[in-house]
Each structure stands twice: as C-alpha cells, then as structure tokens.
C-alpha cells in the first residue's frame, strides 16, 4: 500500500494581498517540505484572500491572480521546492470566451484550484457548486466549473474539490468515488459561525464513505471584514474516522502519514451529480514526482476543539484582531462607561492587540454614577490601558445653550458628544474607533444614531446581551489557561462589579434598561427565534413566547432597520447576523400577520 505524507497549511491570506499571500505559500510549502510532506494543500482562493466579492467582476485582477499563479509555481521551483505538489485556491477565468453573468465580455471569473509542480501550473480546476446563501453571493460572480480533476501521484490517484462541492448529497465527492480516487482532497474557506465544527466533521465523514477513500480538508484561519475562519481542518479515513485534527483560530501545518490504495487503473471519464443533475467530467493527470527525503515519524495531531463560549470568543478576538491588523491599524479607542458592553469589548481589543494597544475614554456626564467610574477604572488597572477621562457637561451645555433639545433629543446629545469626542482622537492619533454595541441592542434599536452607535468596528454586535454576560464570566475564569488566543493577564481582567450590575445606558437620572425593554433574558430567546430563525408572529407564540411581548418586539425589530444599516461591520458568530446575512429592505409596510 502506498504511503503519503500530506500536509494541510491552515493559514491567514488577505484579501487583495496577492505578492503576501503567494509569500505565504512559500512559506508554508518549505514547511511542509521540511517535514518530508508528499503533498501541501492550502486553503480555497488562498492566493487572492476570500471572499473577493465583487474584485472578481474585474478583469485586472483576475488577470493579476492568474500570473501570480504562475510566479509563485516559479518560486517554488526556484526556492528548491519544485518536486513538492502545491495544491491551492487562486481566481481564474474560463478559457473560452464564455461571458460572465454580469455580461463580462469573455472569459468569466472561476473560484479556481491549481497544482502547482516543477515551476508549472500543472493541472487547473474550478469549483462546481456555488453558494449563493446566507452570507455567499458566488452564483453572482462566478460561473461553475464541470471538471474532477484526478492526479496520479506516487501511485495515488487524488482528486480535488472546493468548499460548497462537499455539502452536496451526491455531488462531487460522490464523482470523486466513481472515478476511485484514493484521496480526496477539500479546499475550504469556510466561515465560522456556533456550533458548526460539529456539522463540517460529520459531513467529512459522511462524503469520506460517499467517495470510499480518505479524505483532507483544510479550511483557511483569521478574518475578512464580517467574515471569521476558525482553520479545524481535519483528516479522515474512508469509514470516516477522525485521524488528524488541527486547532482552532490559529494558523497550523497539520502532517498527516496516510496508508492509501494503490491507483486502480479505472478510466471512468465522467460521472453523474445528483444534487444538481449535471454531468462532471473526469481529468486525470500523472505527476512523476521525486519522494522526499527521509524524515522522522509524524504522531497524528488531533486537538480537541473548544468549547461553546471560548470558540465564541476565539472569533470575536480573530475577527477584532485582523480587521485592526489587516486595514492598517495599530491602536483601537472606545467610550469605556463602566458598563458590560464596552467593558467586553475592551477587554476583546486587549487580547487582540496588547492591552498597550488599546485607548479608552471615560465621559461621564451628569447621570453617571460615581461606581461607573471607579468601575471603568478598575477595569483599566487590571488591565493595563492608556485611559483618559473627559468630562462632557461642558461640552454639553455649550450645545443645550445654542439649541434648544428636550427630553430624548437632549439625552441623545449626550451619547453624541461623546461619539465626537471619540472620532476627534481617531482623527488625531489614527485609533481605529471600537463600537460598543450588542445584538440585543441592534435587534431593537436600542442605540443612538450617531452617538453609540458610531465607529468603524463592532466586535460584539452579533452577541446577544445574555452572551455577554457569558462571554465576560468565561473570560475571567480562562486566566491561567493556555488558551492561545488571550492575553496572559495575571487577574480576572473584568471587575465582578461590572458583571453583576443592572445595564444602564445612564442617559438621565436612574435610567435602566428595563425601563425601554424586557428583561434580557426573555428578550434574547425571542430576538434569536425572529431573527435568527425568521420566525413569524404565530410561529413565535407557538414557541411559547409572551404574545404582547412578541407584538412590541417584532415592531422594536421591524422599526430599527435603518439604524442597523448604517451600523459599523463586526463579525459573524451565529447562524444569522446583521449585515451580510439578514437582508431587509428599510422601507418596509410589512407587518408580521396574526392568525391567532
Ligand atoms: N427610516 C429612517 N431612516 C433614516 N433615519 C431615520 C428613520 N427613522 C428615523 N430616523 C432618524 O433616526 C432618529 C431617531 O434615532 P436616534 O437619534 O438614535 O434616537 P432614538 O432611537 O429615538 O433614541 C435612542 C434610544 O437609544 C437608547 N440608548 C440605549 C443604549 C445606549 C444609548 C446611548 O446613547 O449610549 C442609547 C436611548 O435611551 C434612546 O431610547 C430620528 O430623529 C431620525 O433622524
Ligand atoms: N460615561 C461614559 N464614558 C465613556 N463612554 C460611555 C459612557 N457612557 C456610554 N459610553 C459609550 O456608549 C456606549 C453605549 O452605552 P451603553 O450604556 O449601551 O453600554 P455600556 O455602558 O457599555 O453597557 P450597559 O449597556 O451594560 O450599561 C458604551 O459602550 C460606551 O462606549
Ligand atoms: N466557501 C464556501 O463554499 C463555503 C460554503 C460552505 N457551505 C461552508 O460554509 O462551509
């Protein structure tokens, strides 16, 4: 039985970054080398970054990705990796003269795999089933691909497939069996959202039985815009058994020694998708490749994953980390009030960044409470941040005295001073400004426009308030683990104060928030079943939620979309969130009907 060593790079490209991306490759490929690999797999579209959206739409580009293919198989040669077999995901365009969707006059945009061998590109894929759900809009820019293509490689025949190709019942892992291939190969950039590394293991195994051969799957790790990938690329036998399993939110070489079928010589030239009724045409293709030099045995890795709260958390730090990292920044600054939100939120910036790294700015005004304060400071001792504070009556009264603002227009003045006053630091010193707000408060509106809810990032707004207790109470009791995401801070970094005192947006005497919304935690479940789940008004009650409480919120909810749309970007932890997932037109007359 033939043997191979594989390698799975689960690594961090950037989007447009096509020179950093082809280093990565590089890099990552003299890795696996040094460890005597037969094979490096990189992840889905890992020479241009993904998703590319609408860059894909653009001719240079595609015609950039396309050459820096070409250099970087040059490269490798050059560097002495030329033997090694790169198999990576990059952004092509048909040969023929085809037109794209959009009326692209020739040659429309592919979501492309290459092997890249002795200074060439030496085969050419490109993905066949394009996801066009939740936060994918590839159908809009891709068109698919119709081939399987299948190397020969020291005796293994190894096909490759692209991400969406592995959730299809009889798709293309199932061609992958017909054409008995003895590995089959994954190339992922498959966003992290709760619970679904369960989901992506099963369904490894499930398509590993479908095609009767081992299967390697390697996902990319970091952040794009919204987007957060956790890496946990796995390697499976044909019966589905886990055999190799890398961490999650950090970047990995997983090496993986493989016992593999002998090619059987079959020949079958096509074969049938059942998901889509198309006909996938078979590719094979010989690679006469040197084996690598001896090296040591490689123990299979199979780390564990991370639990609900911590994997949560690991997005919200990734996600905060590379938006920070990836556009530039170095240093972040928020509002800190003594409050859970912004004191997670800074907590969050300090394990992505250095707490040295971190601004922070206490305003209080007339309504704060003199605990908020020492809170807020507390917080900024445990943890070591620059903090300044800022007092804003004055600020406030200059306004009041040229407008005259009552009531709500006068507490929002307020929260919109202090957005100023934030903006005005980031002008000046070139902080990224962090925004404080949770989904529970998105969901309902509960945010002043302009005021809090102003800024470039958002690290918790798809987090329900209850979860922000959770994530808060995890993070204190995670000092002293060898979780490899958070900073080594000696003490519980959040005050217990904070934790345990009523929210309060403190924007008039004795405000709480109970005064505007219910109780968290009877809003939180109702906000996950409407907008999580898209549950209507009936189906909501029958759920056993309170039928007034139902009525208030879904109009709370339907009423604040404008105000979600000018919110900044965060990421994405649950299977719905605001921004690129639920889409909602602003002006809107719907009203959830009630049958009951
Ligand atoms: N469809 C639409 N499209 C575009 N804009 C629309 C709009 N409908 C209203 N607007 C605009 O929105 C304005 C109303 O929104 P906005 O100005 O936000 O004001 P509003 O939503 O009325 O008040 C903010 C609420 O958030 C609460 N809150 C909670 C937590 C924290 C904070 C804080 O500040 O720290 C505040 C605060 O207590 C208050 O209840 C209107 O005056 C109008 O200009
Ligand atoms: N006194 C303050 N000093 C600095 N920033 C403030 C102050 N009050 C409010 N902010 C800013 O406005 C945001 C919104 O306030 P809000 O009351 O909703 O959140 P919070 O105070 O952090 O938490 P909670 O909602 O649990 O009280 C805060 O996250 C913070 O960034
Ligand atoms: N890039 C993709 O094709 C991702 C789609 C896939 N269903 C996933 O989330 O894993």
Not at 80 to 106: E, H, I, K
Not at 169 to 185: F, M, Q, V, Y
Not at 360 to 378: G, I, M
Request: net charge negative.
């Amino acid at each position: 039985m033939p043997q191979l060593r594989i390698a799975l790079a689960q690594v961090n490209p950037t989007v447009g970054d096509l020179d950093g991306n082809a280093r990565l490759i590089v890099e990552w490929a003299k890795r696996a080398a040094d460890r005597g690999a037969h094979l490096v797999l990189f992840p889905e579209m890992m020479l241009t970054g993904y998703p590319v959206e609408d860059l894909a739409l653009r001719g240079s580009f595609v015609t950039a990705s396309r050459r820096a293919l070409e250099r970087v198989a040059r490269r490798l040669a050059d560097e002495g990796l030329g033997d090694l077999p790169v198999v990576t995901g990059y952004l092509d365009r048909r040969a023929d003269a085809t037109g794209g969707r959009l009326g692209q006059p020739a040659g429309a945009p592919l979501n492309a795999a290459a092997w890249l061998h002795r200074g060439e590109v030496a085969v050419r894929s490109a993905k066949h089933h394009l996801p066009n759900y939740g936060v994918f809009d590839e159908y809009r820019i891709f068109v698919p691909g119709d081939r399987l293509p299948v190397v020969r490689l020291h005796g293994v025949d190894v096909a490759t497939i692209v991400c969406e190709d592995l959730w299809q019942d009889g798709g293309p892992a199932s061609a992958a069996g017909a054409a008995r291939a003895g590995l089959l190969l994954a190339l992922n950039a498959s966003p992290y959202e709760r619970n679904k590394d369960d989901v992506r293991l099963d369904l490894c195994a499930t398509r590993a039985r479908e095609a009767g051969c081992a299967l390697a799957y390697v996902n990319a790790v970091g952040a794009q815009d919204e987007l957060v990938f956790d890496g946990d690329s796995v390697v499976v036998g044909p019966d589905g058994a886990l055999l190799a399993r890398a961490p999650q939110f950090v970047e990995h070489l997983l090496v993986t020694d493989l016992d593999l079928p002998a090619a059987s010589g079959d020949t079958t030239a096509s074969a049938h998708d059942d998901s889509d009724g198309t006909t996938i045409t078979i590719d094979r293709y010989a690679l006469d490749a040197a084996a690598p030099g001896a090296a040591g045995p490689e123990p299979a890795e199979v780390f564990e994953p991370l639990d609900d709260l911590a994997e949560m958390y690991g997005a919200l730090v990734t996600g905060t980390r590379d938006y920070v990292r990836k556009n530039g920044f170095r240093s972040v600054i928020l509002g800190l009030s003594g409050g859970i939100d912004s004191a997670l939120v800074a907590t969050i910036a300090a394990d992505a960044i250095g707490p040295e790294n971190v601004h922070v700015v206490l305003l209080p005004s007339r309504y704060s409470t003199s605990h908020s304060v020492s809170d807020a400071e507390e917080l900024v001792k445990r943890q070591g941040l620059n903090a300044r504070t800022v007092a804003i009556a004055d600020m406030v009264a200059a306004f009041e005295a040229q407008l005259d603002l009552h009531g709500l227009a006068a507490e929002n003045l307020q929260a919109r001073i202090r957005a100023n006053v934030w903006m005005g630091l980031s002008n000046e010193h070139g902080h990224l400004v962090l925004t404080g707000g949770n989904k529970s408060e998105l969901a309902t509106g509960y945010s002043t426009l302009y005021g809090d809810s102003a800024g470039g990032f958002a690290p918790i707004k798809d987090l329900v308030k209850t979860n922000v207790w959770a994530l808060a109470r995890w993070r204190n009791t995670a000092v002293g683990t060898d979780v490899p995401f958070l900073h080594p801070f000696p003490v519980e970094p959040i005050p217990d104060e904070i934790i345990v005192k009523e929210p309060s947006a403190e924007l008039r005497p004795g405000q709480r928030d109970v005064d505007s919304l219910p109780p968290y935690d009877e809003l939180d479940p109702l906000l996950v079943d409407y907008v999580e789940r898209d549950l209507g008004h009936d189906a909501l009650i029958d759920a056993g939620h309170d039928p007034d409480l139902v009525d208030r919120i879904i109009r709370l909810v339907d009423l604040a979309e404008y105000k979600r749309r000018q919110y900044p970007p965060g990421p994405k932890i649950t299977p719905k969130n605001f921004g690129r997932d639920r889409r909602l037109p602003i002006t809107n007359r719907w009203r959830e009907p009630s049958a009951q």
